[in-house]
């Protein structure tokens, strides 16, 4: 396994990654941190985990970088409607996607909804997105923790009741494995 010591030559490994790629397997930067490697074919494949170098405890410290992917379907004649995601309490929300799979209504005929969480997080999500399928919210966050179970409100910015609606929900985020027992 060849490592470099300093990411400046991360673009140089990058462009003569098909040379390279029988001695070179992944490479680090500065740090020593693993940034991606390459396949035996030679394609480029970024890691989903940062590996902590730690032969005692087996090197199962890690950094993962996971999502949850969930398709809700709003109850009808609700004036809101919650979804549960399952992300760990104490990982980091890394961000949050929405498709709306099927039109959002309600019975007042509101052309807008709003995301709210309501545990796990105080985070904004939306405000006024369109209703209309196939319409996508994308949201970075800024370090969030999550604290408990994490669970999303929908509801429909003019008031009244969802008359229909599915959305696929998407959650980006960060959690840590510990060192396994020596």
């Not at 140089?12 to 396949?39: M, P, R």
């Not at 730690?54 to 379907?73: F, L, W």
């Not at 910015?157 to 959305?167: C, D, K, L, Q």
């Amino acid at each position: 396994m060849v490592h470099n010591a300093a990411a400046t030559k991360v673009a140089t490994i990058i462009k003569g990654a098909a040379a390279q790629t029988a001695n070179l397997q992944e490479w680090q930067n500065s740090a020593g941190t693993v940034l991606s490697d390459f396949d035996s074919a030679g394609r480029l494949r970024v890691t989903d985990a940062i590996a902590v170098s730690n032969t005692t405890e087996g090197s199962t410290a890690r950094m993962n970088i996971r999502s949850k992917q969930i398709v809700h379907t709003l109850t009808l004649g609700a004036t809101s409607d919650t979804t549960t995601l399952s992300i760990p309490s104490g990982a980091r929300l890394v961000g949050i996607s929405f498709n709306v799979n099927t039109a959002i209504t309600d019975d007042l005929a509101g052309i807008t909804f709003n995301a709210a969480f309501i545990t796990g997080s105080t985070t904004s999500i939306v405000t006024g997105a369109s209703d209309v399928l196939n319409t996508k919210v994308d949201k970075m966050f800024a370090g969030e923790v999550v604290t408990a179970v994490t669970e999303v409100r929908f509801t429909p910015a003019g008031g009244g009741n969802f008359t229909a609606g599915v959305i696929e929900i998407v959650v980006y985020y960060q959690d840590l494995t510990s060192l396994a027992n020596a």
